[in-house]
């Protein structure tokens, strides 16, 4: 098994493991542990997906979190190097404003959405979070927000116009 991971290629995505839970079930003979697994991949490119995974280990709870975001990964419109314009995304009690920022302002964001961001390749934003903090739906509402974001060809295809009209 350890000479398949080593001959995996390369193909540019990267993981981040945002959050480990345990999780206890209780059954007659005694108490059942388990762990979930929340991670988040990106290609750095504008490409980024979540996962969860549940396993009896640690690692394995993680690699099944990892296929589940490979497979679920979307893209995502970009300026630059920050988002087209600001987004509010919602899921459950937890909503996430992202605002684009200048040149030089870096990643202002709290924990789950700055795993969220970097790894979409967003390099100026400001986010802040409203409501649960739970880590979980925090980064379902910061993915949400990203899926909704359009780019000014988009909207302007959208409208039937053209990408100046959009603009001014």
Partial sequence: MAKREEMKPDDGIKSKLVKINRVTKVVKGGRNM???ALVVVGDGNGSVGYGMGKAAE????IKKAELLARKNMEKIALSEHTIPHGTIGEFGTSKVYMMPAPEGTGVIAG?????????A????ITAKGYGSRNAVNVV?????????LRSPEQVAALRGKTVDEILN
């Avoid at 924990?111 to 790894?119: K, N, P, Q, T, Y």
């Avoid at 390749?121 to 100026?124: A, D, E, P, T």
């Avoid at 379902?140 to 909704?148: I, N, Q, S």
């Fill in 34 to 36: 388990r762990f979930a």
């Fill in 58 to 61: 640690v690692p394995e709870a």
């Fill in 111 to 119: 924990g789950s959405v700055r795993a969220v961001v970097e790894l």
């Fill in 121 to 124: 390749g967003i390099k100026n």
């Fill in 140 to 148: 379902k509402a910061a993915v949400a927000g990203l899926y909704a």
